[in-house]
């Protein structure tokens, strides 16, 4: 939750910090860019060492960590008087942000049994856009101070409730504490489960791992290590060119271009919690439908959804009058993000969490997030200068010829893991798939 109030924090505050009664001088659009873009360079900083910091210490505590870069972020947001001051806050929260994104999804794919492990990945994405609710609300009616501060003791019952979260059994097996591996399993799976069997399951896993550096040597030298690799990789590529992120940085600031007849801090709001609500769904749905039909539907719609909100941009720049479907923007942006919640929104994390073999889980985990947190940055930084160089219309048309092909991807590349355990999704992804078009739907 702290790494979507920390990537929705833009959003309100920067109709703020350049207004009148901002604390800073005028911002110029340089300026302005890299307060969003500082954020992810950050990210990528805290991504690459958390799989390997996660492995020697364990995911329970490597998570805890991430409280340090989040309060350091908030404190010194709340004492900055200066472009400086933001721009470091902004580096350091991205560090803690990025280094989430790694821990979260591998604890969840190791803690989860087959059956509930999508639904439970999708608890990330589900916290992810609360944190972004959360900005958005508390930004809107909140003064600069006091929108810091509610940032900050947000950590409070996070920092207090992971003591008490179990250990990963497969980290517990791999450090030879098979007892209290036992015990963890006891407390997730029930009393009367299996847990010698899945013990035994797990120390395969930790001899093949020992005979693993776990590095990219090992995640290319493998088929199934390639496709996952290209499989993940592409997933976040998709997810970044839909232009999510730009959207969610400077979601204020579009309406307000758009000259739509709704308040652009409301419009915001209603954007933030339908991706709440459909992130919901997901949760629901995603062990019965699996991931493949998610992902095509999503990239099918979000390509609409941009198409149409270009066209908008480009009536009005046209000079048109636009007063009369004022509401379009918000429903276009509405509905794009209600179906990227259903699909690239979540899903890739998930997809993350279940797809790479525990060997080189870490190493691949942390590359997928570099390559997500790159993109970001790449989209968020030019997305000042695609809108003053090639216009809005033509930006939001650039991202849905992306989220077109990204349907392809989807259909044709992207294998289905619902209802595996981790030991079959290796087992297909070493072998070709009898169909790369099966897209099963499991019957109510």
Known sequence: MQAGITLGWTSPILPYLTSAESFLPELSVNQISWITSLLVLGAIVGAVPAGKIADRIGRKWAILLTAVPFTTCWLTLLTAENIVSIYVARFIGGIGTGAACVLVPVYVGEIAQASIRGALGAFFPLLFSSGIMFSYVAGAYCSYVAFNIACCAMLVPFVLSVPFMPESPLWLV??????????????????????????AVLQDDVDRMANASGGLKDLAGTKAGRRAAVTCIGLMFFQQLSGVDAILFYTVSIFQAANSTIDPFLATIVIGFTEVVMTIFVAIVIDRFGRKPLLVISGTIMTLCLSVLGYCFKLKDEGSDVSSFGWLPLTSLA?????????????????????????????????????????????????????????????????????????????????????????????????????KTECQVEPV
């Open 335 to 435: 509905l794009f993000n209600v179906v990227f919640s259903i699909g690239y929104g979540s899903l890739p994390f998930t997809v993350i969490s279940e797809i790479f073999p525990p060997e080189t889980k870490g190493v691949a985990s942390s590359l997928s997030i570099v390559v997500h947190w790159c993109l970001v940055f790449a989209v968020t930084k030019l997305f000042p200068t695609m809108e003053d160089r090639m216009g809005q219309a033509a930006t939001f048309w650039t991202f849905s010829c992306f989220t077109a092909v990204s349907v392809f991807f989807a259909y044709f590349v992207v294998p289905e893991t619902k209802g595996k355990t981790l030991q079959e999704i290796q087992s297909k992804l070493k072998r070709r798939q009898k169909s």
């Open 174 to 199: 791999q450090k030879g504490r098979k007892i209290q591996a036992a015990k963890v399993l006891t407390i997730l799976r029930g009393s009367h489960y299996d847990v010698p069997g899945e013990i």
